[in-house]
C-alpha cells in the first residue's frame, strides 16, 4: 500500500511551503518514493517594479523578505551599477559586505537553533510550551540532559542573533532593512564609534560560533550519522560567487563556479532557463532566461502544483546554498546529505565572522562611501550575489530611465522547485526519495531533509488563500500501482 502524507504548511520555515510525499515499503523499508514541493503564496514583486525608478530597486526589493533582505539590497545594487556603469568606492563594498556579513551570520545561527534543531531533540520535561509544542517526536531524538543543553542554547542563540543584527545595524543604518544600499557604494559614512562598537559585537559572535555552534553541530551529527546518507539530493551545486575583495568584483571570498556531473566549471547565466511546466505561471512564462523572463500568473492551470518557477542550469536541476558555496570554493566536498549541509553552513558562519575581522581594517573613518551616477536611458543588466540560502540573482530592463523589466530568481526557486518541463524533480523534491518515514503521523524524518536547505518561501514566489490558517498533516492510503 502505498501512502500520501501532506505537510501543509511545513512549519519553522520562512514563508509558506506545503510538502506531499508518497511513501510505500520498498524491500521491507519504508520509505519516500516520490515527492512534491509546493509553494503556495504569490505576491508579484516583479510586475511592482515595473514603470519605477531603477532607484527605487534596491529599497523595494528588501521588502521581498524579512530574513535576508540584505542580500536583495546587494543584488540590486549590482544590477544597477552593471546598468549605470559605475564601481563602489572601497569603503562602500567594504560596508556592505560587513552588512551582508551580519545578515549571514544572524541567518545561519537563526536556522539551527529555531529552524532546524527542534527536529532533533525531543523536550518532553524539559520544556512543555510554545514553541516547543505540538511538536512531532520520533524515538531518535536526543533527550534529557543533551536536550536541557540545547535548549539552553536555543535561548542564547535568540541574544547573539540580535546582536548579530546590531552589529549590522551600526553600519547599515537599521536592519532588517537597510537604507545604506545604492549604486555606487554605500549612503552612510564611517565612524571610528561605528567601527569599534561593530568589533566588539563581532567578537561575541565568533566565539559563540566557535566555543558553542560548532560543537552542537557536531553533537547532532554524531548523534544521527544515518543522516549522513539520507537527503542527497541531485548533487549538482551552483553559485554566484559574494562578498567582493575589490572593487572590480573579481575576487570574491567565497567563489563563483558550479559543480555538475562531477565536474567544476564557470556560471553563464545565459545558460539558465526557467521552466513552468508544474508551476502556475502561463506558457508564456516559460522556457526562457531571465533577462527575458516573463511573470503572468495562471492560477488555474492543469497539473501545476506550485507558485515557485524552475530554474535549471544547462537544463540539469542544481542546487543552491551553503553546501554549495563551500563545495565550489573548495572548503567543504566530503559529501552531500543532511548532515553535510548542516555541517557547510556552520563552517561557512565561522569563514564569514573571521573574515569580518579583517574588512573591519580596510574602512577608511570619515571618507566618503559612495561614488554618484545618473540614470541612463535604455540599459539591460544583472546583479549577482549570494543570500545565506544560495545564489541570487536580479536582472533588469531599463527603457526611458524607467524600469521595463525586473526579473529575481532567488535560492528556494533553486532549491524548492517543482518538476520541470523535462520530467526532473527539483532538488529538494530529489533529496526526499528513499527517505524513510518511521511513523506516518509525525513524519519528522521529512522534515528534517527540508529544513537542511533552509527553505524560504517568502523570497521564492514573491496568493494567500485567507480562508488557511491552520497546521495540517493529511494522510491518505491507496493501493500500490
Known sequence: MATTIKIDPVTRIEGHLAIEVTVETVNGRRQVIDARSNGTVFRGFETIL??????????????????????????????????????PLDNGRVMRNLVLGANFIASHILHFYHLAALDYIDTSGVIDMAPWTPRYTSGD???????????????????????AHQMGALIGGKL??????????????????????????????????????????????QSFPDYYG????????????????????????????????????????????????????????????????VTEPDAD???????????????????????????????????????????ARVLETKKVADAMDAWLNELQEGRAALRSSSVPATATAEGLTEAPRGALGHWITIRN???????????????????DDLGQRGPIEQALLGTPVA??????????????????????VHMMRPDRDKAEVVVHTRPSI
Not at 156 to 163: D, G, P, S, T, V
Not at 401 to 419: F, G
Open 439 to 460: 511513523d506516518m503521523a509525525s513524519p519528522v524524518e521529512v522534515l528534517r531533509v527540508v529544513h537542511s536547505f533552509d527553505p524560504c518561501l517568502s523570497c521564492a
Open 230 to 293: 539520507i537527503g542527497r539530493g541531485c548533487g549538482n551545486f551552483l553559485a554566484y560567487g559574494v562578498f567582493d575583495m575589490d572593487s572590480a568584483g573579481e575576487s570574491k571570498l567565497l567563489a563563483r563556479g558550479r559543480y555538475t556531473d562531477g565536474q567544476l566549471g564557470d556560471v553563464e547565466t545565459s545558460r539558465i532557463t526557467e521552466y513552468v511546466g508544474y508551476s502556475r505561471y502561463t506558457g508564456a512564462s516559460g522556457g526562457l532566461a531571465p533577462a527575458a523572463g
Open 141 to 163: 531524538m536526543l533527550g534529557g540532559s543533551v536536550a536541557a543543553t540545547l535548549v539552553g542554547h536555543y535561548v542564547q542563540a535568540l541574544e547573539i542573533r540580535r546582536k
Open 401 to 419: 530611465r524607467v524600469i521595463d523589466r525586473y526579473q529575481i530568481i532567488t535560492p528556494t526557486n533553486w532549491n524548492a522547485s517543482p518538476m
Open 301 to 343: 492551470k492543469p497539473d501545476a502544483y506550485s507558485w515557485i518557477k524552475s530554474p535549471r542550469y544547462l537544463d540539469k536541476v542544481h542546487e543552491v546554498g551553503p553546501l554549495a558555496r563551500m563545495w565550489v570554493n573548495g572548503d567543504y566536498r566530503l559529501g552531500v546529505s543532511v548532515i553535510d549541509r548542516h555541517a
Open 50 to 87: 515595473r514603470g519605477r525608478d531603477p532607484r527605487d530597486a534596491p529599497h523595494l526589493t528588501q521588502r521581498i523578505c524579512g530574513v535576508c533582505p540584505i542580500s536583495h539590497g546587494m543584488a540590486a545594487s549590482r544590477n544597477l551599477e552593471a546598468a549605470f556603469g559605475v564601481k
Open 176 to 221: 532588517p532593512c537597510s537604507p545604506i544600499f545604492a549604486h555606487g557604494g554605500s549612503t552612510e559614512v564611517p565612524t571610528s564609534s561605528q567601527i569599534s562598537q561593530f568589533r566588539t559585537l563581532l567578537g561575541e559572535q565568533r566565539r559563540f560560533i566557535d566555543d558553542v555552534m560548532i560543537p552542537d553541530v557536531l553533537a547532532v551529527a
